[in-house]
């Protein structure tokens, strides 16, 4: 016998029967983290106990190593615990404010600390109840209130223990009502979701009651069927789901869940979706079906995101998810083939008569209609995007995208944006087609008129697909960028170059002289500047041939790099961008004229102002000149060296800069005589530099400029 069997026998005790005592208290003590997460917060045994400084029964984790106290918690009336998969009991903690829960290793432990749970609520609520009507109750009426109820719950249930009926809908019987929705484990909960749906007069009964209250203004009962509305939304059950959202209920039991007892002040969500549920006066449905489904999903939404984001578990969140998806995929259904609705959605969008609010609507309920199109089949989804191209969906954003209304103007490109996505050439086609001012321009103006940050980057993600030339065949390749680059990269270049403080200007003094406004007076954004600069860098990779000739024609590289005298640091790293994208195309011609006009130049002066600073200019001006070096562009290493040594000799103990000059030095070690004659003398400083006559010629010469602008 062990000394620990010794002392259990010497003590009269068991030690298996203390084992399994241990284990059934056994829990693991769950909190509910920012993102929806269960942290662990340690393992330790639960016992229910009067928890220290107070006069009520609470729960009491202590720490299995260290006796530590994990959790302490005061058990009220107004908590609702939830039993789960026969081994976890959760509930919102208020005083933490946060979602507790324990995780027994044994069912039996649980289901114990479950029913000890339930008798104390079941006393605090007959105390209350008893404290309404003739004041405090003794101890003792207290115990006969619950012993009542334990006897009428029996009155309820078969001999097998499974509920045979409801308790009748009554005020009277509210307190068990919850109590019968609340408790139990899964088999009473689905028994009783059965039973509610199987009663017709449940829901009327209950709206009834709830009326009656609200009309009384009788606070505490409200407070309660508030719980309990809420406890039957949690069994998750479709049939009951189908009769509380039908329209006969739906806004009663909304009212009922604006008597939040955690909210202060009664909310008013009925008010709120009846002045927003707007779709048929507004769109002019006709048929009632599709109607009542648009009501209903916008309802669903609203309670799952609004009212109750915090309540649902993730199986009643998933059922809800379901039910918006089947709606809005049977409203989509229905809509797509009544041609009748789409011609005159779109004549009355065209109309010059309706009002300003009218067409907001219209153009709000198409963007509406064309995300849900997302939950057809794709050979659906790709049929009806074609109707609505023939229709003239494009005309209707060409007009959106002109209006002041940044909310529609962003549904506009919404919409564009899934057009391209589905078939980008039912754009491109459409452009293709017009003349004048053209959406192409409007896109491209759009792209710098501050509608605000996230419609930047769906502009820059519109023209981006739109000249993705991996995407593009056909006739429309090469008219799409055409159009594009005869109209409109210059305006785009000159956006940035007016932005930009002139040479010899202070940042601080040239940034807010010019206050970043282009050629036509409008305040450009730094991050419009940034979007602009990385739509160049997509068409210097996409369309090197029409970008290399519109660089070697004029002095458009030079321009964007007026980007380094910004004073944001983010804007001078999109100018390094730039000029490694410029590079990595290792194009003769562009090398060329980086060398012929020392087009290098800001770039090292901005890394030499910045100094040791190690930041993202810093690392990407190294990265560049890294490039360079592993690439063997030499006529860039040595333009770079005898250039620019001076200045980067203070970087010299950085390993990237010794291999570029150590570069420079095995290329002068091994070159040919040939060499000298086929780079520029860049020992002159660049200013001063000129061309040698071959390379003056081969700029200047008639078939070169046939080439460039062929």
Known sequence: MTEQERRDAEAGGDPAAATHTSNMQRVKVYRLADGGRWDDQGTGHVSIEYIEGSKELGLTVLDEEDNETLLAHNITSDDIYRKQEETIISWRDHEAATDLALSFQEAAGCSYIWEHICDIQRNLQFSNLGAL??????????????????????????????????????????????????????????????????????????????????????????????KLVKGIILLNSPSIFDKIFSDEFILDIIGALEYDPEVPRVQRHRAFLKDHVVFKEAIHIENNSVVSKIHQTYRIGYLKDVILPRILDDATLASLNTMI??????????????????????????????????KRELVLFLHEFCTLSKSLPLVQQLRLFRD??????????????????????????????????????????YIVQQ???????????????????????????????????????????????????????????????????QRNISRSTSNSACAGRNAGGYRIKPEILLNVCELLCFCVVHHPYKIK???????????????????????????VRFMRTIISRNDEHLIRLVVKFNLLKPIIDVFVENGDRYNMLHSGVLELLEYIRKENIKTLVIYVTESFWDQLTKFEHFGSIQAFK???????????????????????????RGLEKEEEDYFNEDRFRLWAAG
């Open 133 to 226: 009507e003739i004041g405090p109750r003794q101890a003792s009426e207290s115990l006969e209130a619950s012993r009542l109820m334990h006897s009428n719950d029996d009155s309820f249930r078969s001999a097998n223990g499974e509920f045979r009926e409801l308790p009748p809908v009554e005020l009277s019987n509210l307190p068990f009502i919850l109590k019968t929705v609340l408790e139990g484990g899964i088999t009473d909960q689905i028994r009783v979701a059965e039973l509610i749906t199987q009663d017709r007069d449940f829901f009327p009964k209950l709206v009834d009651m709830f009326r009656m209250c609200e009309d009384l203004e009788n606070l505490d009962d409200l407070h309660m069927i508030f």
């Open 325 to 358: 998806h089947t709606n809005n995929a049977s409203v989509i259904s229905l809509l797509k083939d009544d041609a009748p609705f789409i011609r005159q959605l779109f004549a009355r969008m065209r109309s010059s008569d309706i009002s300003m609010e009218s």
């Open 388 to 429: 609505l191209s023939g229709e003239g969906v494009f005309e209707i954003i060409s007009d959106v995208l002109q209006s002041h209304d940044r909310k529609i103007v962003s549904a506009g490109t919404d919409i564009l944006i899934l057009f391209l996505n589905q078939d980008p050439n039912l754009l491109r086609s």
């Open 435 to 501: 003349e004048g001012n053209s959406l192409l321009g409007l896109l491209v103006k759009g792209m710098v008129t501050d509608f605000g940050e996230e419609m930047h980057c769906q502009f820059l993600e519109i023209l981006r697909i739109l000249m993705d030339s991996f995407t593009m065949s056909g006739a429309h390749r090469e008219v799409i960028i055409e159009i594009f680059y005869e109209r409109h990269l210059d305006y785009l270049v000159d956006v940035i170059a007016s932005s930009c403080p």
């Open 549 to 575: 000739c519109n660089f070697l024609m004029n002095n458009a590289i030079e321009k964007i790099l007026a980007l380094t005298r910004r004073k944001e640091k983010f804007l001078v790293v999109a100018a």
């Open 662 to 688: 150590l570069k420079y030095q095995q290329y002068l070690e091994s070159a040919e005589p040939r060499l000298s004659a086929s780079v520029p003398d860049v020992r002159k400083k660049a200013e001063q």
